[in-house]
């Protein structure tokens, strides 16, 4: 910790140097970003960023040279937004719906059934971009690019036929939607960081999870748990965020290289996040998950349930989420 702790103020140590020579030189400084991520080094999300990483430097002749410090190994998923708004860190992704507590418009991707497939996803991203950059420029952070993870489903250690199996289960959560349907289905949530979800199955702090086919293979469910019901309820998506200030002080030809590769990267992540679903379905089912859709009747609980969310979530949005709803909708 404390060897962490140093390098980060090191760095601000040289942010505050290369600000001074920006100044006076004509030529910028090259520039070394530490980018902290949530998740592990397989998880496609960070092998999407590893790669934005390299090709801004080799696009930069590695002017501007990111390193990734995945898993939360150098600041914790809960810390990360605020590390770069404060410009801690310049760079990080954090998941958009743990925003929700600042601002419900943040968690709109995590409404169930809202968006439940990539098309649905996808207009919902571009109806939502706007008015989340806005929120986040207010802050000087530039949002960048966005990546959903694939649809979220259940996982259980026996089969969930009416849902009512789920009443006092121990349900791991990770934002405000997946602990509010937890609740909702008589289930007892508890927000569990997924480097820590193992421990937490092992341990008995949890014994059911929401979350998507590819947390639930990267995670080896198949150690603790039995059944994955694909209900498909929401598409959440990770971002990443850049300081306003650091990205300021790049050269244009920088700023250029990051934007590009930004762009790249969505692209690739989408493309990636599809592709996930199914080959970490195959993988789940090779290590014994019975894998199921929702029956008749889960599917009924699972739109009450929905509705509610939904109704609780415009409220929450004002009329901000009312806007944005309706450019959803009108796509
Ligand atoms: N994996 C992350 C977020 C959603 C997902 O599929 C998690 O479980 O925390």
Redesign the pocket.
């Known amino acids: 910790m404390l060897f962490k702790a140093k390098k980060i103020k090191s760095k601000l140590q040289y942010f505050t140097a290369a600000t001074v020579l920006a100044f006076g030189a004509t030529n910028l400084q090259a520039a070394e970003w530490d980018m902290p991520t949530p998740?592990g080094d397989t998880n496609f999300h960070t092998v999407n960023i590893t790669q934005f990483a390299n090709d801004v430097r080799e696009a930069t002749s590695g002017e501007l040279d990111i390193t990734v410090h995945s898993g939360g190994s150098l600041i914790k998923h809960a810390d990360i937004k605020n590390s770069v708004r404060r410009g801690l860190v310049p760079i990080g992704e954090v998941?958009m719906s743990r925003l929700a507590n600042e601002d419900a418009l943040f968690e709109v991707d995590s409404v169930p059934y809202l968006a439940s497939n990539y098309e649905e996803a996808w207009d919902l991203w571009q109806a939502s971009k706007g008015v989340l950059s806005e929120r986040l420029k207010k802050q000087r952070l530039m949002l960048l690019f966005a990546v959903p993870?694939?649809p979220?489903g259940i996982y259980t250690s026996f089969p969930v036929e009416t849902g009512e199996e789920l009443r006092g289960v121990k349900m791991r959560a990770?934002n405000k939607s997946s602990e509010q349907i937890a609740n909702l289905l008589g289930a007892l949530p508890t927000q569990v960081?997924?480097p820590d979800i193992p421990t937490a199955f092992g341990t008995g702090r949890v014994d059911a999870?929401i979350?998507?086919p590819?947390?639930g293979a990267n995670t080896r469910a198949w150690d603790y748990l039995t059944d994955f019901n694909h209900a498909q309820l929401w598409l959440?998506k990770n971002m990443v965020i850049i300081n306003a200030k650091a990205f300021d002080r790049l050269s244009d030809d920088a700023k250029a290289a990051v934007k590009a590769a930004a762009e790249r990267a969505e692209k690739r992540g989408w493309e990636a996040s599809k592709q996930e679903t199914e080959a970490k379905i195959a993988i789940m089912r090779d290590n014994g998950i019975q894998i199921s859709k929702p029956s008749g009747i889960l599917t009924q609980r699972l739109k009450a349930v929905s509705e509610t969310m939904t109704g609780e979530w415009l409220k929450r949005a004002g009329k901000d989420g009312v806007t944005l709803l309706k450019a959803y909708q009108s796509n």
């Open positions: 998740y998941i993870w694939p979220q990770y960081e997924v999870m979350t998507s590819s947390t959440p």
